[in-house]
C-alpha cells in the first residue's frame, strides 16, 4: 500500500504559476512510475504527465506541453508538478498517483494508487 498526499493547490490568476507536491510514503518509492492526473467539475479524470522511476522519461498530455514541468526526488520521496502560464481550463482538482508505466498517454484505470487531490482554480 503505498499513501500520496499532494498540496500546493490554490487560486491563482491566468497566466500565474503554482507548484503541486506529493509526498509517499512507500519505502520502495524509488521503483514506482508516477503520474498526475486532473479532474474538472462533470468531466472524466484525465492524464496530465508522468515521470518513470528514474526521471530519465517524461510525457505530457499536447495541452500542458511546454507549461507544465513534472520532477521528482527520490531521495525526499516526492514529486512535482511545476505549472506555468496557468489558463482558466487548467481548472481542476489534481491528483497524484502511481502508475502502471510511462512515455504514453495514460487513462485512470492505468493508476495503482491515488492521493486525495488538491484544487487549482484558475480564474481573473
Known amino acids: 500500500q503505498v499513501q500520496l498526499v499532494e498540496s500546493g493547490g490554490g487560486f491563482v490568476q491566468p497566466g500565474g504559476s503554482l507548484r503541486l507536491s506529493c509526498a509517499a510514503s512507500?519505502?520502495?518509492?524509488?521503483?514506482?512510475?508516477m503520474g498526475w492526473f486532473r479532474q474538472a467539475p462533470g468531466r472524466e479524470r484525465e492524464f496530465v504527465s508522468s515521470?518513470?522511476?528514474?526521471?530519465?522519461?517524461?510525457y505530457y498530455v499536447d495541452s500542458v506541453k511546454g507549461r507544465f514541468t513534472i520532477s521528482r526526488d527520490n531521495a525526499k520521496n516526492m514529486v512535482y508538478l511545476q505549472m506555468n502560464s496557468l489558463k482558466p481550463e487548467d481548472t481542476a482538482i489534481y491528483y497524484c498517483?502511481?502508475?502502471?508505466?510511462?512515455?504514453?498517454?495514460?487513462?485512470?484505470?492505468?493508476?495503482?494508487?491515488w492521493g486525495q487531490g488538491t484544487q487549482v482554480t484558475v480564474s481573473a
Open positions: 498517483a502511481v502508475v502502471y508505466e510511462s512515455g504514453k498517454q495514460l487513462t485512470a484505470a492505468q493508476a495503482l494508487y
Open positions: 515521470i518513470s522511476w528514474n526521471a530519465a522519461r517524461t
Open positions: 512507500a519505502r520502495t518509492f524509488s521503483q514506482y512510475t
